[in-house]
Nanobody
Framework: QVTLVESGGGLAQPGGSLRLSCTAS????????MGWYRRISGPKRELVAR???????DYSDSVKGRFTISRDNRNHTVFLQMNNLRPEDTDVYLC???????????WGQGTQVTVSS
């Protein structure tokens, strides 16, 4: 059982920055990928960015050049640096953990990101 603890988020002005972090615990085995999705509506989720312990990174087109995902494999932590934020980035951001070592994906509870002047 993997547990995800998220931090960061909050309120930022357009053009501002926020940083999210997420730490996995509970007997974490590599390889795995962690990242962030945003909650569009109801059960629907949209990829923001994700990164494997082995290196490959995926970004949604809407955040390329503005957001940067990074990882600390030793501490099973992933970071999302969000720069040049836009009002349309407002959403609940969910931490994600997936690995072939487990029979399911894991999700954090979500952290609110609000971009408004």
């Amino acid at each position: 059982q993997v547990t995800l603890v998220e931090s960061g988020g909050g309120l930022a002005q357009p053009g501002g920055s926020l940083r999210l972090s997420c730490t996995a615990s509970g007997g974490v085995l590599e390889p795995y990928r962690m990242g962030w999705y945003r909650r569009i509506s109801g059960p629907k989720r949209e990829l923001v960015a994700r990164i494997w312990t082995t290196g490959p990174i995926d970004y949604s087109d809407s955040v390329k050049g503005r957001f940067t995902i990074s990882r600390d494999n030793r501490n099973h932590t992933v970071f999302l640096q969000m720069n040049n934020l836009r009002p349309e980035d407002t959403d609940v951001y969910l931490c994600y953990f997936g690995s072939p070592n487990y029979g399911q994906d894991y999700w954090g509870q979500g952290t609110q990101v609000t971009v408004s002047s």
